[in-house]
Nanobody, 121 residues
Framework: QVQLVESGGGLVQAGDSLRLSCAASGRTFSSYAMGWFRQAPGKEREFVAALDWGGLRRDYADSVKDRFTISTNIAKNTLYLQMNSLKPEDTAVYYC??????????????WGQGTQVTVSS
């Protein structure tokens, strides 16, 4: 019912910037909170950033705070993750996710396919 498609990943050098996009179906932004997660090689998937259903609250993992910014363009049904000052430890597959209720962001209901971000030294 909810479809999420990520894009914008790539190979960059430390200190560079990337903007990830997540195209959502229907009226996802009016019904769900949205966020980004990532999974690095050999690690579990971890929370990166989230935006509540009304776009009034933003939360970030400590590791990306002050470097990453989550935002939306509701007219385009698109979620963004602006990533600045990238570090090699940011290398991971990044996933867009949607959820609601008390289980958010612990257990998102919907996931995108992921987009690879690789940051070289």
């Amino acid at each position: 019912q909810v479809q999420l498609v990520e894009s914008g990943g790539g190979l960059v050098q430390a200190g560079d910037s990337l903007r990830l996009s997540c195209a959502a179906s229907g009226r996802t932004f009016s019904s769900y909170a949205m966020g980004w997660f990532r999974q690095a090689p050999g690690k579990e998937r971890e929370f990166v950033a989230a935006l509540d259903w009304g776009g009034l609250r933003r939360d970030y993992a400590d590791s990306v705070k002050d470097r990453f910014t989550i935002s939306t363009n509701i007219a385009k049904n698109t979620l963004y993750l602006q990533m600045n000052s990238l570090k090699p430890e940011d290398t991971a597959v990044y996933y867009c996710a949607a959820g609601r209720g008390s289980t958010w962001p612990g257990s998102p209901e919907y996931w995108g396919q992921g987009t690879q971000v690789t940051v070289s030294s």
